[in-house]
């Protein structure tokens, strides 16, 4: 990861297709754009590769949780139940659509534990959204039964795991939409976008015509089209979806040379005594952006991820400590730090995350060093980089 590390011919062959054309607007402009719709391809590409019947495209991962929460009829006061560790975008978007996050432990899947969200359901409980973090999946399957089970919506954030799959079938079609982002340091990436998708034929109208203020894109004249319902913008551009094709095309490669690297790297640390590697629920799935273990305490972990970059080994991330994705630097979220009053603020019993409590979620990620994997890495240098990481952490261990 990302794609942009993989740049080159084949993504400037894409823009300069738009560019010849001058429609930089993914709808409209028929004559003009001589038959080149970028976003209309991205599109059936990633549906098709994710074995869905619909996808849209919109200009941010954040978007595609936006238009997904809008799409499938979650609102105000309605609680959705998330992970603590993920990007702030998760209840960012929550938040704007007037529900209510709701924070359920993590186990060492990184991701939510199936229990602690059954522990967390209420009688305001709408959805659940998971977040594929770091590449690999959730237990998604006993995630989807729960859900099915207590009648809730299932909307998965796999904004960091495209290419990943449980069992074969792709991650972020398990429920009734998923979401995907494309953003610069995404697996691949379109500069900025996302795409939301689905096998609801419902929940696709509401979301395209959503994601554009409303538009019911019917016929070929942008200006009859009738606005069937209330909507934003988050459009695409042409200019983003043309660097998404080219970078689409390229996923199997990234792929391989991301599962390469990081068996180099696992082969070499399963040799160290104290070191225990992150769950997979299913291995083969394993997009390998990151490569996660863990240490047998949380003073050990600390002293890892500052050794590892002064060894030379960087990219490594302490996440417990980090400022956009564990809730625990999350004081804006705290205070509800917002230029206008958040719906959830108006509620009379409305969470106190100041009090917040997740113990169970607390002590994973204090014990947990997450190295990123490059694709520029050759075999050498890869093997190099374990050589170095075995020896860190034998100092520590």
């Known amino acids: 990861m990302p794609g942009f590390e993989l740049f080159g011919q084949e993504e400037r062959d894409e823009v300069e297709e738009v560019l010849e ?12 754009r001589k038959d080149r719709w970028k976003a209309r391809s991205f599109e059936q590409m990633l549906a098709k590769r994710l074995g869905v019947a ?24 309605d609680e959705v139940i998330v992970p603590p560790f993920t990007f702030v975008a998760t209840f960012e978007a ?16 990184l991701c939510l534990d199936p229990s602690a969200v059954e522990a967390a359901i209420t009688e305001k409980t709408r959805a659940v959204m998971p977040v594929h ?16 089970q207590r009648g ?34 995404k697996t691949i990436t379109c500069g900025e976008g996302g795409a939301v998708v689905t096998d609801d034929a419902r929940v696709y109208e509401l979301a395209q015509a959503y994601a554009d203020h409303g538009h019911d894109h019917i016929g070929n004249d942008r200006g009859l ?20 094709v080219a970078q689409l095309r390229k996923l199997d490669t990234i792929l391989q040379i991301q599962r390469s690297r990081k068996q180099i790297l696992v082969s070499a640390l399963s040799a160290v005594d104290g070191v225990r590697f992150r769950t997979i629920p299913d291995e083969a799935g394993d997009t390998a952006t990151f490569l996660t273990f863990f240490l047998p305490d949380e003073e050990r972990a600390r002293k890892a991820a500052a050794a590892l970059p002064e060894a030379g080994v960087d990219g490594c991330f302490y996440w417990f400590d980090n400022n956009w994705h564990y809730i625990r630097s999350w004081d ?3 205070r509800f730090s917002s230029p206008a009053k958040l719906p959830v603020q108006l509620l009379s019993e409305r969470p106190d995350y100041r009090r917040l409590a997740l113990p169970q979620s607390d002590a994973v990620m204090g014990r947990a060093v997450s190295m990123l994997i490059k694709l520029g890495w050759s075999e050498t240098e890869t093997q190099e980089r374990a050589e ?5 952490l034998r100092g520590i261990l």
């Open 21 to 32: 054309t001058g429609v930089l607007m993914r709808y409209g402009f028929d004559a003009a």
């Open 332 to 334: 804006h979220l705290k």
């Open 133 to 148: 973090m770091c590449g690999a999946m959730a237990r998604i399957d006993q995630l989807q039964h729960l859900c099915q």
């Open 152 to 185: 809730l919506t299932l909307i998965e954030d796999a904004c960091q795991a495209l290419g990943g799959t449980f069992h074969g079938k792709a991650l972020g079609t398990f429920g009734l939409a998923g979401c995907f982002s494309f953003d610069p340091v």
């Open 388 to 392: 170095k990481t075995v020896e860190v």
């Open 54 to 77: 619909h996808c849209h495209l919109v200009g941010s991962g954040t978007a595609a949780l936006d238009v997904a929460l809008n799409a499938c009829g979650i609102g105000a006061g």
């Open 225 to 244: 089209e009738k606005h069937p319902i209330l909507g934003t913008n988050h459009r695409i551009s042409e200019l983003n979806a043309a660097v998404g």
């Open 94 to 109: 929550i938040l704007k659509a007037g529900a209510v996050p709701v924070f359920a432990e993590i186990d060492d899947t």
